[in-house]
């Protein structure tokens, strides 16, 4: 065929906000011919998911317009269309899977009536028809028991079988062209291996074509035949998978291929003190049920976990969302309530209040996932990273403050002179910066580091590792890293703690785990974040 | 945003924390910034604001605009401010404990030894108009015939009705000119619902933060304390209370708070409970911040969002309240200036439709201007909103 399926042709959108006009796709052409993927690569604000989203045209209209381009789609102009025609091609022609498949689904309608209401709308299929289909469709995309699931709301699914529920809605109407929207970011490494394994096969059976948006290149290796790579809204370079790979032309690819996190971490003193040893830690939370509220049994976020660290030494945690591994580390910060003794340089704190605890807070510290959470968004970053100075170390002068403030960001990267501006001027990575500041500013002995780079781009997650071991020497700092990210712990851990369902699956050293898995479980954990291969062995659930 | 700021190192020169810019008084940081210029974009409701500010500020100074003592008073080389300090009439050659300055004799006394002067109003809101041309209550001056006003004129050596004092809105059954009781009543109106819906709002946020924050037992047993409180109903036990005593504005105040408060919990409670797990609240516990440090510096400006955007609408509320407890009579003391009151009357007498029409236009006025100043607010608060 030589007439592509898609053809977007000059394509600009500019969003106005506050009476100015801000370009956020720049001039942007690509083809996508019947049966191919495309991927569209870069770091989150570089456009990628707005040119996506200008194709179905769902984009926030009027605060979005389109200064130029042409989106010719099987011959027809998608950007001139009516809403009439684009009604027809939405979920018809084109579909779409979104990132977060909790908020895609619709909550209070079961799976069977969000794929029914398609079918029955697109092909005006009878209520037993759609049924029929939706099974079919369900099965296709490997949703087991899909009979006893078509009542199932989508919070009785898990993370994949909602990723999976949407995959089939978008599949329903057999389109011509997927558009996958960041589909596996929000998922587990060990589900994500599955639902790019899905996608790839139905690919090759429905020969449909496929636009995949994703920030990661490993998984662009792994589905695309041919890949964009976009900076600040603009495409800087496109080609096939293989050619860009082996052969980068731009510097901004050159840099992203070399982004991995790399190293391994810093060697620790054998006769280092223990700074953290606790365990066994038990968190249970009750189930209560009927009128009474009686508890009929536990869920066991942490069941009998012990931990040691040393000074100048990383323990790394690594596991999948749900197995317990946050909750773990917020009860040795005393953030949750917990059974089990914590011993903190010495002193147990696992007994103390609040308010006794409260000293000890300064050398016990915290960096969270999200950048964007966890900056309150009304205090400039000097305010921010003040805060606890304000409360551990009360007899410092205004200006001295000023000082540790200054000397903190420095530290951690950021120019001090910015420090009296708000933390939405600063982007994700930067904002990691500043909340490792604010950890460093009280000198900490310890850092709780809760998957500090998931929420990062892949270029600025190397960043931020680098950052945290040259502190990590500096300050002689123990971290205790929690990670789904194994390469990222890899880079940093001398301990690693492999946990499932609240339980340890594996620990040792790092080297002899990541070199040597001794159980299923590790090993299947391992092939989906360094390979992206779905596990054969069934160690993972769903 | 760039990414590659130079990572200094340790050994180089310790770091210098810049000055801290000063912008003015009142540094708006950018969020506010934004809001105020999104409040400013909705021509209306900022237009709203500005005409409520300046009727507001105006009737502030009523007994600057009406009264029945003037401003000033020359009187055979002093100075007097009787607007300010209450002067017997001894001082003007009369025997009374207290100066009536309508009084002719009074003021022709005034005229031939210094001068006087006068707000633009002669009446204050509980004056009685003793020179009406008709019974009480009388028509608008500007509606009367001469031949109605011949009478009265002619005491001042007039002919018609350009020469006797005017009541440009007419006077209620009593003979009190309209006009004055007005802006009296617009004054105590406004400043009840203000004082009322920012002591509810107070009490409200505290209820609803402590809540929202503790949550579990503390919620619990609140949130049901609440639901048992709020069955009471407020106007039997007003109806109640204002049998026993007569009911100052004070007294009114403290019994419509008793009910008033709870509307804001519900909103706020939310608020907490929604923010008390975001992360920069966890960030603060970790770096050892107290119970109420993290509830005032962290979570309340999440709430103010929320709390502000009700606010109109209780001040509204409020003023709503007032008004219709002075119209069914459980109000104000007798003779306070009241808008209520004014309606009442103008219920009893619709041979005088200037009280009841004067009465729902100033109202209608008032609460339109205060709901457009809050859907102002109100978008202006929204992150979502995008003006054009």
């Known amino acids: 065929m030589t007439e592509p399926l898609l053809s977007v042709q000059d394509l600009s959108v500019a969003f106005r906000q506050d009476g100015r006009e801000m370009l956020a796709v720049d001039h942007v052409s690509f083809d996508i011919k019947a049966g191919e993927t495309v991927a569209l690569v870069g770091e ?18 009027p605060a979005a317009s389109h200064p130029s381009g042409r989106i010719l789609f099987k011959g027809q102009d998608l950007l001139t269309a009516d809403e009439n025609a684009m009604r027809r091609v939405r979920g018809n022609d084109i579909t779409m899977v979104f990132q977060e498949p909790m908020t895609s689904l619709n909550p209070l309608h079961t799976i069977e009536r969000q794929i029914g209401e398609i079918l029955k709308l697109h092909r005006g299929l009878s209520d037993r028809a759609a049924r029929t289909r939706t099974l ?3 099965s296709l995309v490997g949703l087991r028991d899909a009979e006893s699931r078509l009542n199932a709301y989508p919070h009785q699914l898990s993370g994949g079988q909602r990723q999976r529920v949407m995959i089939a809605m978008s599949l329903a109407n057999e389109p011509d062209l997927l558009i996958a929207d ?4 929000a998922l587990d490494v060990t589900v994500q291996a599955q639902i790019l394994k899905l996608l790839a096969e139905l690919k090759g059976r429905l020969n449909m074509a496929m636009l995949f948006i994703t920030h990661d290149l490993g998984i662009v290796r792994k589905v695309a035949d041919r890949v964009c790579v976009m900076l600040k809204g603009r495409i800087v370079e496109h080609g096939t998978v293989a050619e860009v790979f082996r052969n980068p032309q731009h510097p901004y690819t050159q840099k992203l291929l070399a982004a991995e996190p790399k190293g391994r971490a810093n060697p620790v003193a054998t006769d280092a003190p223990t700074i953290v040893e606790a365990g066994p830690i038990k968190v249970w939370f009750p189930i209560k049920r009927g009128f009474m509220r009686k508890t009929v049994g536990h869920v066991k976020a942490v069941d009998g976990i012990s931990v040691r660290v040393r000074q100048g030494e990383t323990v790394g945690v690594v596991g999948e969302s749900g197995s317990g591994k946050t909750t773990l580390g917020l009860a040795i910060l005393r953030l949750v309530s917990s059974e089990g003794p914590v011993v903190f340089l010495g002193n147990r704190i696992d007994t103390l209040g609040s308010r006794e605890i409260r000293p000890m807070r300064k050398d016990l510290q915290v960096v969270f996932q999200d950048p964007y959470g966890s900056l309150s968004p009304r205090l400039s970053v000097a305010e921010i990273v003040e805060e606890g100075l304000l409360v551990q170390n009360r007899g410092l002068s205004y200006d001295d403050r000023r000082a540790v403030v200054a000397r903190a960001l420095a530290d951690v990267g950021i120019d001090p002179a910015t420090m009296d501006r708000y933390p939405h001027e600063f982007s994700g990575g930067q904002r990691q910066r500043i909340a490792i500041a604010r950890a460093v500013a009280l000198e900490p002995r310890f850092i709780m580091l809760d998957e500090p780079t998931s929420a990062l781009d892949m270029s600025v997650q190397a960043q931020i590792v680098e950052l945290l071991r040259d502190l990590q020497k500096r300050r002689n700092l123990a971290y205790m890293f ?28 790092a080297e002899a785990i990541f070199s040597r898995p001794q159980t299923d479980y590790t090993r299947a954990l391992f092939a989906a974040a360094f390979n992206l291969e779905a596990d054969s062995l069934n160690a993972v659930r769903e | 945003m760039n990414e590659n700021v130079p990572v200094a190192s340790p050994a180089a020169n310790a770091p210098v924390a810049p000055p801290l810019p000063r912008e003015g008084f009142i540094r708006l940081s950018p969020l506010n910034r934004r809001r ?14 500005w005409i409520f500010m300046v009727l507001f500020v105006l009737s502030l100074f009523a ?13 055979k080389g002093e100075l007097l401010y009787p607007v300010f300090v209450e002067y017997p009439e001894e001082k003007f050659g009369g025997f009374l404990a207290q100066t009536d300055y309508r009084d002719p004799v009074i003021a022709k006394e005034i005229a031939e030894n210094g001068w006087a002067l006068w707000a633009p109003v002669h009446f204050s809101y509980n004056t009685h108009n003793l020179d009406l041309p008709v019974p009480a209550p009388a028509p608008p001056t500007w509606m009367l015939t001469d031949e109605q006003c011949r009478p009265i004129a002619e005491r001042t050596g007039g002919t018609g009705c350009r020469d006797i004092e005017w009541n440009w809105l007419g006077t209620d059954d009593q003979g009190r000119d309209v006009v004055a009781r007005l802006i009296y009543g617009f004054r105590i109106s406004v400043l009840f619902g203000l004082i009322l819906a920012g002591i509810s709002s107070v009490i409200g946020v505290l209820a609803g933060a402590i809540q929202g924050y503790f949550g579990g037992w503390v919620d619990l047993l609140f949130q049901r304390f609440i639901e048992v409180w709020t069955a009471i109903p407020a106007l039997y036990l007003l109806i109640i209370i204002s049998a026993i005593i007569t009911p100052s504005f004070f007294v009114l105040l403290g019994i419509l708070l008793l009910f008033s408060w709870v509307s804001l919990v519900g909103v706020v409670r939310a608020e907490f409970l929604r923010a008390r797990n975001f992360e920069y609240v966890r960030a603060a516990r970790a770096l050892g911040l107290s119970n109420v440090t ?10 103010m969002v929320a709390t502000l955007t009700f606010l109109p609408f209780i001040l509204n509320g409020s003023i709503t309240t007032l008004t219709s407890l002075d119209f069914l009579g459980f109000g104000l003391p007798p003779g306070s200036p009241s808008l209520g009151e004014m309606l009442a009357q103008g219920k009893a007498n619709l041979q005088a439709p200037w009280l009841g029409l004067t009465g729902f236009f100033v109202i209608a006025l008032m609460l339109s201007l205060l709901i457009f100043v809050g859907e102002a607010v109100r978008d202006a608060f929204d992150p979502r909103k995008t003006f054009q």
Do not use: C
């Not at chain 1, 301990?495 to 699956?505: A, F, R, S, W």
């Not at chain 2, 105020?36 to 604001?49: E, L, M, V």
């Not at chain 2, 007994?63 to 003592?69: G, H, P, Q, R, Y």
């Open chain 2, 36 to 49: 105020f210029q999104n409040f400013k974009a909705n021509r209306r409701g900022y237009w709203s604001f």
């Open chain 1, 136 to 138: 079919e469709l369900l």
């Open chain 2, 294 to 303: 993290i509830m005032f510096k962290h979570l309340l400006p999440n709430a």
């Open chain 1, 482 to 509: 929690i990670s789904h990210d194994l390469k990222v712990v890899r880079a940093l851990a001398n301990h690693v703690i492999v946990m499932q369902n609240g339980k340890v699956v594996e620990e040792g050293a």
């Open chain 1, 182 to 185: 960041e589909p596996t970011t």
């Open chain 1, 44 to 61: 989150s604000g570089s456009g990628k998911s707005v040119s996506a989203l200008s194709v179905l045209k769902l984009l926030p209209y």
């Open chain 2, 63 to 75: 007994e600057f605009i009406a009264n029945d003592k003037p401003l000033l008073v020359s009187y």
